[in-house]
């Protein structure tokens, strides 16, 4: 038996168990009319086709081995066309994904645009020949800050940071914008982020308040690295800061005056953002 015959034998059966995780758990966490492996529809066959007592007909697609970006884009809109929506998910053994978070990795074309299709995240379920090794979780990629005259500025061109999240519940949601697709109710990891850091500079803000007593001054300095050490086991270094960094977005939530470099509390110079305490509390006139 040659090497490439084992290879196929060994996805072959990584597939198989796969379909099968699907096909026992989507109805645990769904209101499911019919399911079906191998389902075929016109030129197409579903590995797992799932329609909910809604009506809603979707496709999970499991991909063991990489393809075009062209040929998941193709694929994708003859399912829109049937009014299927799909979810692909991608078994993380096959492109060395690991649940947890990661810094400087390379990550390949058709990653990027399941990232791009789902809004910021891709999924996976790693399975090796001797069974499943993890149940569902996402990865988001995010820009990975070069160290540059100890400032974190250069940004890296081919390299990513990823952040880990665990799927908790196999609920699916749908949305349709280009293509119609099929995701779990998870949230976006940065939208959470962002959420996290509001919440640390409102309470921030009140500390600060609080403590000035009737010396208000509406401005108040906060070093990074400080909203960076209290979100980091959860989100990684490179989350936290490329949420900051992009906090002047009309959608960001996040209101920051100024980023970059200035004298704290304590006169030292760091990179620092500046805020505006009426932002985030109400001030006593």
């Given at each position: 038996?040659?090497?490439?015959?084992?290879?196929?034998?060994?996805?072959?059966?990584?597939?198989?168990?796969?379909?099968?995780?699907?096909?026992?758990?989507?109805?645990?966490?769904?209101?499911?009319?019919?399911?079906?492996?191998?389902?075929?529809?016109?030129?197409?066959?579903?590995?797992?086709?799932?329609?909910?007592?809604?009506?809603?007909?979707?496709?999970?697609?499991?991909?063991?081995?990489?393809?075009?970006?062209?040929?998941?884009?193709?694929?994708?809109?003859?399912?829109?066309?049937?009014?299927?929506?799909?979810?692909?998910?991608?078994?993380?053994?096959?492109?060395?994904?690991?649940?947890?978070?990661?810094?400087?990795?390379?990550?390949?074309?058709?990653?990027?645009?399941?990232?791009?299709?789902?809004?910021?995240?891709?999924?996976?379920?790693?399975?090796?020949?001797?069974?499943?090794?993890?149940?569902?979780?996402?990865?988001?990629?995010?820009?990975?800050?070069?160290?540059?005259?100890?400032?974190?500025?250069?940004?890296?061109?081919?390299?990513?940071s990823v952040c880990f999240q665990q799927?908790?519940?196999?609920?699916?949601?749908?949305?349709?914008?280009?293509?119609?697709?099929?995701?779990?109710?998870?949230?976006?990891?940065?939208?959470?982020?962002?959420?996290?850091?509001?919440?640390?500079?409102?309470?921030?803000?009140?500390?600060?308040?609080?403590?000035?007593?009737?010396?208000?001054?509406?401005?108040?300095?906060?070093?990074?690295?400080?909203?960076?050490?209290?979100?980091?086991?959860?989100?990684?270094?490179?989350?936290?800061?490329?949420?900051?960094?992009?906090?002047?977005?009309?959608?960001?939530?996040i209101q920051i005056a100024r980023m970059?470099?200035?004298?704290?509390?304590?006169?030292?110079?760091?990179?620092?953002?500046?805020?505006?305490?009426?932002?985030y509390i109400p001030l006593k006139s």
């Amino acid at each position: 038996m040659t090497s490439e015959t084992k290879r196929n034998i060994s996805q072959s059966f990584e597939h198989m168990r796969m379909k099968l995780y699907f096909y026992e758990n989507i109805p645990l966490s769904n209101e499911v009319s019919h399911i079906e492996e191998e389902y075929k529809i016109a030129d197409q066959v579903i590995d797992i086709y799932v329609e909910l007592k809604n009506g809603t007909k979707i496709a999970i697609e499991i991909q063991h081995s990489k393809i075009s970006e062209a040929r998941l884009l193709e694929r994708t809109l003859n399912y829109s066309k049937q009014d299927i929506y799909v979810l692909w998910i991608l078994n993380g053994n096959s492109f060395n994904r690991k649940p947890q978070n990661q810094d400087g990795i390379r990550i390949s074309k058709l990653e990027t645009q399941l990232h791009k299709l789902y809004d910021g995240r891709v999924y996976y379920v790693n399975v090796e020949p001797e069974g499943l090794l993890s149940n569902v979780y996402s990865l988001s990629y995010v820009p990975y800050f070069k160290l540059k005259d100890i400032v974190y500025k250069k940004k890296a061109k081919s390299t990513r940071s990823v952040c880990f999240q665990q799927v908790k519940n196999l609920r699916l949601k749908c949305i349709s914008n280009k293509y119609k697709l099929a995701m779990f109710e998870d949230k976006n990891i940065k939208s959470c982020c962002e959420e996290e850091i509001y919440t640390y500079l409102k309470n921030y803000c009140k500390e600060t308040y609080k403590h000035r007593g009737n010396k208000i001054n509406n401005q108040v300095v906060i070093p990074v690295i400080e909203i960076i050490s209290s979100l980091r086991d959860k989100y990684g270094f490179y989350v936290v800061y490329d949420v900051l960094k992009s906090s002047k977005t009309k959608e960001s939530k996040i209101q920051i005056a100024r980023m970059g470099f200035m004298k704290d509390s304590k006169r030292n110079i760091r990179e620092c953002i500046k805020v505006y305490l009426n932002d985030y509390i109400p001030l006593k006139s």
